[in-house]
């Protein structure tokens, strides 16, 4: 049984551009979570989803960030015009349907140049 | 609002020897679960030990056991028998029952010396 994936590993952009973050979550796993972790700091929520819908997205800044989870593919963690404050890593966990413990994947650490 | 203390920032221990990482948190809830995660060199989130507050036994993993005070708040990690490869940032988390998010303390970064 395969983890949580997440794709790119290692992402590069400038500033002003987008970035594109993909998490699939284990198989049988029906809730995805996004978390950033700045440099030296604990992982902080941001958003919360199951299939085709957001349940709570009350970590996530109100502008340039979106998620979705389709009913097909990946989750998308999109950020747009990025800034070098988006430089973090980015994780991505999964959890069964109301089991509470989250299994999280290797992440994405973002570089804004 | 929920929050998770560990207040050593950084812990060495010899190997083969035991060590306890300290977390405190604040809540007013009284169905909760905890977690201790390890976020070893890699970066990977490795899930350590988990523990549901409704439950008076501390939880056990091998060689990592919980000492969970429920009335203090305090849900310390105990290694026994230290490895080279528990070196990695240890982090201690919170989680409302029913709720979403996890919240997370600033970690612990332990290195086992050889």
């Known amino acids: 049984n395969a983890g949580v994936m997440q794709n790119p590993r290692h992402l590069v952009r400038r500033r002003g551009q987008e970035a594109r973050l993909r998490c699939s979550p284990m198989?049988?796993?029906?809730?995805v979570y996004w978390y950033r972790q700045l440099p030296e700091e604990g992982l902080k929520f941001m958003v919360y989803?199951?299939?085709?819908?957001?349940?709570?997205e009350s970590g996530m800044p109100k502008e340039r960030f979106s998620a979705e989870f389709p009913k097909e593919g990946p989750s998308i963690l999109r950020i747009q015009q990025v800034v070098r404050g988006d430089s973090a890593a980015y994780f991505c966990?999964?959890?069964?349907?109301?089991?509470?413990?989250?299994?999280f994947g290797p992440g994405t650490r973002l570089t804004v140049l | 609002a929920q929050t998770v203390t560990q207040s050593q920032p950084e812990m060495s221990v010899q190997e083969a020897e035991t060590v306890t990482l300290s977390c405190t948190y604040d809540?007013?809830?009284?169905?909760?679960?905890l977690f201790w995660y390890k976020q070893p060199p890699s970066r990977q989130m490795i899930l350590v030990i988990r523990?549901?507050?409704?439950?008076?036994q501390n939880a056990t993993e091998n060689r990592f056991s919980v000492n969970f005070q429920k009335a203090a708040k305090s849900f310390s990690l105990k290694i026994s028998d230290s490895q080279l490869g528990d070196t990695a940032m240890y982090f201690c988390?919170?989680?409302?029952?029913?709720?979403?998010?996890?919240?997370f303390g600033a970690g612990t970064r332990l290195t086992v010396k050889p």
């Open positions: 966990a999964s959890s069964p349907q109301d089991v509470d413990t989250q299994y």
């Open positions: 198989k049988g796993h029906s809730h």
């Open positions: 989803l199951q299939k085709e819908n957001i349940i709570d």
């Open positions: 809540t007013s809830e009284s169905n909760y679960y």
């Open positions: 523990q549901e507050a409704y439950k008076q």
């Open positions: 988390a919170f989680m409302k029952h029913g709720d979403n998010d996890m919240r």
